[in-house]
């Protein structure tokens, strides 16, 4: 079974008790930066469930436990250090989590059985003590390690190491006796037995201790001697000393270093580098058009083309232009206002409806401490004289985020797309809940011909928002009444240009351009708290209306050039890229799929609002409609006909909370019902029911979207 990294990127943070980053690469040892709060954990795709968690509680314990220090770097090999380190950190875990000695001997029991320290041959009495302490802290349960009475003072003090101080006290003192030991072994092997002559026994060896004593007067004697002796000693017969060579060489700890490989070898093989970027900080004051300038924009262009106009042609001649017609739009404006009022109606009736239900289902009878006089003559059998209350809490204000896409590709359905929008939006405004629409586009600022403004934060590590980017505010709850109506209507004029031949013109900078969906997905993390803080609500639901995918954004990157200078550029994303939010603890690995990437944004934004709502209405064309809703899963043949009869299909394996994929030809709904004077009862009732299909698609879609906002 493949490892969660995810969870146990979530259960190092609750071990830690910290909000650390976890990082999981390809890497063959976990770190830990103090400094910065990273905790890096190779991926250990071999292990199994039982050593990936003593592995995770282990470099969670030197998180918690290691300091920072060096200073006896000097003085002691770092292995011995790690021994009495890793008793000391695994004691201290177990003691503020007692479900881990659980955890320590599951995974211990199995490096035991995987003969993971390479002890499988080995006579565990010819271990230095080092190794011999490794392994009785590590799997001492399952194996006899040996221990004389005078090494158990020396465990014992490592046992009873309580601060890193201690810890590095144990080690020392582990280290020399080691040492020692190992000398007292080489000198038992290779020195030639030393006759103590001075004494006249030239039978008897001296000790190890009279020949260091030995060795010492010697010395002492040399460093007196200046070309002469101290007395007469010419003529005495003294069996020299030979000199002791001491073993320089340092001695291992074998387990520790069996360890490491271990570790290494449960990593996956190393096959390009992981890195984690992040959603860059954005200046959304300059990444945002406002409402205001928009419909300066818009509602002058209109006018100037009202009236009539002056202009000089080619030849030099002074031409005069006439007004331009705007009959043809707001004669369909009208209309689909006036008959788009039975939707939001029953809009209406389906939210009050829903809302009143949730309100009651919560509510509840208590008692006043008031006296209910009407009760009094039962007092001998009622015992309950007082009088009640039934309370019903009030439900949780609601707010609506809509992200409209402006790209080319909507020229064909962008109006039947408006024309949902403003069913919604006209919901909102009877109902009272506030609201902002943003449509996505690129063409803004490259159209107006000014520069882009730097609005992105340029560092390595974070994904790059392009920067001609702009998030057009196109319609907003704050605006006066009486201005939102005139603000519906040049959207409608604009959009309605997109879609038919009039006489008008329309800005260029609100041309419909590319699809900066990803960018736009981006900048929700700016926007939701914004809006909620903004207009004071709990509950934000976000609603993203778009034909269709977008490219993965590139990742911030260094660049070096031809003379050596260092810049920001862009790179395409590539294997081993991982989205990162620190906020969450959350990572992401980005998928190969273009239409992937806008999932795992989807995904991040739902980590970091778990009480938004992140609705997509997806339009498809008839010809792509069955294979789109096949790419997030099987469906049955039933379930196939059935969406392309109803022409929708609410998809909930995507990234968002709930998908509506809506054929592009059911957008086009003429809710008029409309029959030649004289026509027949079979005309009548043809047309009637057609009229009647026609409304169900959009009750059907809306009635689900009352399910989730509500």
């Known amino acids: 079974m493949p490892v969660n990294y995810e969870i146990k990127s979530q259960l190092a943070k609750l071990l830690a008790q910290e909000d650390l980053v976890v990082e999981h690469r390809d890497v063959e040892t976990a770190q830990f930066n103090v400094e910065s709060r990273v905790l890096t954990l190779p991926n250990w795709k071999r292990a199994s469930e039982k050593v990936y968690d003593l592995l995770v509680a282990h470099e969670v314990g030197h998180a918690l436990y290691t300091p920072n220090e060096w200073d006896w770097q000097d003085r002691i090999p770092q292995q011995f250090v790690n021994v009495t380190e890793d008793a000391r950190i695994e004691k201290l875990m177990k003691r503020r989590y007692p479900g881990l000695h659980k955890t320590f001997?599951?995974?211990?029991?199995?490096?035991?059985?995987?003969?993971?320290?390479?002890i499988k041959d080995e006579d565990l009495s010819k271990l230095n003590l080092a190794d011999r302490a490794n392994l009785y802290f590590k799997i001492g349960n399952f194996v006899d390690v040996p221990i004389s009475d005078e090494e158990m003072e020396i465990i014992k003090m490592i046992s009873d190491a309580e601060t890193f101080a201690d810890a590095v006290l144990a080690a020392e003192e582990l280290y020399r006796y080691v040492k020692d030991q190992a000398q007292n072994k080489k000198n038992q092997e290779e020195q030639p037995s030393v006759k103590n002559s001075a004494q006249g026994n030239s039978d008897?060896?001296?000790?190890?201790?009279?020949?260091?004593?030995?060795?010492?007067?010697?010395?002492?004697?040399?460093e007196n001697d200046d070309g002469h002796t101290d007395g007469d000693t010419s003529g005495e017969n003294v069996d020299v000393q030979p000199e002791i060579e001491e073993d320089h060489s340092e001695p291992e700890v074998s387990t520790d270093a069996a360890f490491s490989e271990g570790a290494q070898s449960l990593s996956s093989t190393i096959h390009h580098e992981t890195t984690f970027l992040e959603i860059p900080k954005i200046d959304m004051s300059e990444m945002i058009i406002s409402n205001q300038v928009i419909h300066d924009e818009l509602t002058s262009c209109f006018q100037e083309q009202m009236v009539e106009s002056q202009y000089i042609d080619s030849y030099g001649q002074q031409c005069t232009c006439p007004p331009k017609s705007f009959a043809f739009p707001d004669d369909e404006y009208k209309k689909f206002r006036k008959s788009a009022q039975k939707e939001v109606n029953y809009l209406v009736k389906e939210f009050e409806s829903k809302k009143a239900a949730d309100a009651y289902s919560r509510s509840a009878t208590s008692r006043t401490g008031v006296l209910d006089c009407t009760k009094l003559h039962t007092y001998k059998y009622n015992e309950d004289l007082f009088k009640k209350v039934t309370i019903v809490p009030d439900g949780k204000n609601h707010g609506l985020v809509f992200v409209l896409d402006w790209s080319g590709s909507m020229g064909d359905c962008i109006l039947d797309t408006i024309k949902q929008l403003y069913s919604l939006i006209w919901f909102c405004n009877k109902v009272n809940i506030p609201y902002d629409v943003y449509a996505f586009t690129c063409s803004y600022r490259f159209r107006t011909q000014s520069e882009n403004v730097e609005f992105t934060e340029r560092r390595v590590g974070t994904f790059y928002v392009d920067e001609s980017t702009s998030l057009m505010n196109l319609l907003s709850s704050n605006v006066k009444k009486k201005d939102i109506e005139v603000q519906m209507l040049n959207i409608w004029r604009l959009a309605f240009g997109f879609r038919h031949w009039v006489e008008y013109d329309?800005?260029?900078?609100?041309?419909?351009?590319?699809?900066?969906?990803?960018e736009a997905l981006v900048s929700l993390h700016y926007i939701i708290p914004e809006f909620k803080s903004k207009n004071n609500v709990q509950k934000v639901q976000c609603i993203v209306l778009t034909d269709g995918e977008a490219n993965h954004l590139p990742a911030n990157n260094e660049v070096t050039s031809y003379h050596g200078l260092t810049t920001i550029g862009e790179r395409h994303l590539r294997p081993?890229?991982?989205?990162?939010?620190?906020?969450?603890?959350?990572?992401?690995?980005?998928?190969?799929?273009?239409?992937?990437?806008?999932?795992?944004?989807?995904k991040d934004l739902k980590q970091s609002f778990p009480d938004t709502n992140f609705i997509g209405?997806?339009?498809?064309?008839?010809?792509?409609?069955?294979?789109?809703?096949?790419?997030y899963g099987f469906i049955s043949e039933n379930e196939r006909q059935r969406a392309k009869n109803e022409k929708y299909f609410d998809i909930k394996k995507s990234g968002y909370t709930s998908l509506f994929a809506i054929m592009s030809s059911g957008l086009n709904n003429d809710t008029e019902l409309s029959v030649e004077e004289g026509a027949s009862k079979a005309k009548i009732k043809s047309a009637f029911a057609k009229n009647l299909k026609n409304k169900s698609l959009n009750k059907k879609v809306l009635s689900k979207f009352m399910d989730l906002v509500c």
């Open 204 to 222: 008897k060896e001296m000790t190890h201790e009279e020949m260091q004593e030995e060795a010492e007067r010697r010395e002492q004697e040399n």
């Open 506 to 518: 329309s800005p260029k900078s609100m041309s419909l351009s590319g699809s900066p969906l990803n």
């Open 617 to 631: 209405i997806r339009i498809v064309s008839s010809r792509e409609f069955v294979s789109f809703i096949k790419r």
């Open 105 to 118: 001997n599951a995974g211990y029991d199995e490096f035991e059985e995987t003969d993971f320290f390479c």
């Open 576 to 602: 081993g890229d991982y989205l990162r939010n620190r906020k969450t603890g959350f990572t992401y690995e980005v998928p190969n799929a273009y239409y992937k990437f806008t999932e795992i944004l989807l």
